[in-house]
């Protein structure tokens, strides 16, 4: 066995170099012990797995990927926890995990049993092992995402918000909220049909409609009457958390002589934060606010100094506080309106004759029924208002990311179709679309060589949490970022005022590795210089080389960029990154 693994990692060498300088190289070969996982070269794992599904390892050393992606068994899996390490710290195993590790003890043909070994430790637990292999397997879980790219090609493909809402509710990633909204969708028409029963037996020919406007009246009227202001403290207190935005100044206290420059609201709360004149914060309560200024100020970085200014001119204008009796006034009218359209929907103020008229009675027996109806036309409504609500929330992701994309100019949300700027951004299949996009729109990619385009585009591929080694960056390289950074601080504040989460920041350390990768550093040389595990340095630049090759995709629509890019790929996707495998 010795001799075939050293023929076989010979053979191997030979199309994969870099390998032979593995640290393990020898202990692979003479004892039949290797180690797999993420922070190995892809041709190194490739050669583990050929050794292991040829029967020439003894042992191996993985990670639970092996379990879940390698399909090769073992004759014993041995478990050291329950546990599984991420970026963010540990997490238990999955009941699919744990049953894909386990599930490769017993070689078929070879083994008549498979031994699964749980390892005596401090971190052990036996009775979590046990109810995991008990457990019934995970659910599939959809990848399907609100992304850019998807929105844009769905768009263009489909022609309308409404063909793409459908396809976007009826997708795999939703069917437990279809499910929701069909079983609404029964109660809704049961309760529909009661009502039309109802209605027929009374000798009523009211349509199902008509208990639908009353509910829908009534339920108007007494969210009114429940909201209206008893007191002149409740009138404030609503005037102000609907005045007071940031942007705009305020005075603290009775006299308000203390001015605060809002610049947020927590929450949705009845807290704010601003800037007081002296430049130190302030969080307060609405309660404390005694006065509230008209004008509201973009939030730019001299913007609390000129705001102050203009109050202290005298140039400020307050906004007028309102009455309690201007508040129930308000609402006094909307009820008073509410009460005619209920009374002329149920029939009252219909013109019906005297009380022994036929019509009349007739009329009567309708009211009657119509009202009798109502907790079935509420059951209705509301079985309707959580449809939407749940169709809502599954359309809500796209719906946000449709307004920033028109908000830079890829679609036009009026009209509902893809600009020519966002059909080739749609084909861009990358991680962050929107600011690479932006970035290429405002010529950032045109103007650099290859070195500092790979260095570009490694700081976005790359992910956030991953250290490359703090290698020096050129100024070149420093002013690119700097301008790309501002490209990403525009497009975080779209996102953030749609609320999407903005995308992490980029990685300088990715974009020091990539820029002496493309330069023509040896691969060992820069394993050496940034300290990183090959793995992680092979993805990184494995991802940065297929972001720029999507790049250089664009010849018709920004041809500098694309040649550009095509040169960056070149650099970086050398070897051992670009592998025959």
Do not use: C
């Amino acid at each position: 066995r010795h001799e075939r693994r050293r023929e076989l990692m010979r053979h191997f060498v030979e199309r994969h170099p870099e390998i032979k300088k593995h640290k393990h190289f020898e202990m692979l070969v003479r004892g039949g012990v290797a180690s797999h996982h993420a922070g190995h070269l892809p041709a190194w794992k490739l050669a583990i797995e050929q050794l292991m599904s040829a029967g020439l390892l003894d042992a191996i050393f993985a990670t639970m990927t092996v379990a879940a992606g390698v399909d090769f068994p073992a004759r014993t899996v041995v478990l050291t926890s329950a546990d599984a390490r991420t970026g963010r710290g540990w997490r238990s195993l999955t009941a699919s995990e744990l049953q894909q590790m386990t599930g490769r003890a017993g070689r078929r043909g070879r083994d008549r049993v498979g031994f699964v070994v749980a390892a005596p430790g401090a971190h052990q637990n036996p009775p979590q092992l046990a109810a995991l292999l008990r457990a019934e397997p995970d659910p599939l879980e959809s990848q399907f995402r609100a992304t850019y790219t998807t929105l844009l090609n769905l768009l263009d493909a489909y022609g309308d918000f409404a063909h793409v809402r459908e396809i976007v509710e009826r997708s795999f990633a939703h069917r437990e909220t279809l499910a929701k909204i069909a079983r609404l969708e029964r109660e809704r028409d049961a309760a529909e049909q009661r009502i039309k029963q109802q209605l027929q037996a009374a000798g009523s020919e009211l349509p199902v409609a008509a208990a639908r406007g009353l509910e829908r009246l009534v339920s108007a009227r007494q969210r009114l009457l429940g909201g209206a202001p008893q007191t002149r403290a409740e009138v404030l207190l609503n005037w102000l958390d609907e005045m007071i935005m940031p942007g705009r100044v305020v005075g603290i206290g009775r006299n308000g002589r203390r001015l605060v420059f809002v610049t947020s609201r927590r929450g949705g709360g009845g807290d704010l934060s601003g800037v007081r004149e002296d430049g130190r914060g302030a969080a307060l309560n609405l309660e404390r606010v005694g006065r509230i200024y008209e004008q509201v100020y973009p939030l730019a970085e001299d913007a609390a100094e000129t705001a102050f200014a203009e109050v202290r001119a005298g140039r400020g204008v307050l906004l007028r506080e309102p009455r309690l009796r201007d508040a129930r006034t308000e609402a006094d009218a909307a009820v008073s309106l509410l009460n005619d359209l209920i009374d002329e929907l149920s029939g009252v103020t219909n013109g019906i004759g005297p009380p022994d008229d036929e019509s009349a009675r007739r009329h009567s027996a309708g009211e009657q029924a119509l009202w009798s109806v109502l907790k079935e036309a509420e059951a209705g409504e509301r079985a309707g208002r959580r449809i939407e609500a749940l169709r809502a929330e599954v359309w809500r992701p796209f719906e946000q990311r449709a307004r920033v994309l028109a908000h830079f100019g890829y679609l036009d949300y009026a009209a509902e179709r893809v600009t020519a700027r966002g059909r080739w951004l749609a084909d861009l299949r990358l991680d962050r679309p929107l600011l690479v996009g932006e970035a290429i729109d405002r010529n950032l990619f045109a103007p650099l060589d290859a070195t500092r385009a790979a260095a570009l585009a490694a700081a976005l591929a790359a992910d956030a949490d991953r250290d490359y080694g703090e290698l020096q960056l050129d100024d070149a390289l420093v002013g690119a970022l700097a301008r790309f950074e501002q490209v990403a601080y525009e497009v975080a504040t779209a996102e953030w005022k749609e609320e999407i989460e903005p995308a992490p920041e980029i990685n300088f350390s990715a974009a020091g590795a990539a820029a002496r990768w493309a330069a023509g550093m040896k691969w060992e040389d820069l394993v050496q210089k940034t300290r990183a595990e090959e793995g992680d340095l092979f993805r990184m630049l494995s991802r940065t080389g297929e972001s720029l090759l999507q790049i250089s995709g664009l010849r018709e629509s920004h041809a500098a960029a694309a040649t550009v890019a095509a040169r960056a790929a070149e650099a970086i996707l050398r070897e051992p990154v670009r592998t025959n495998e």
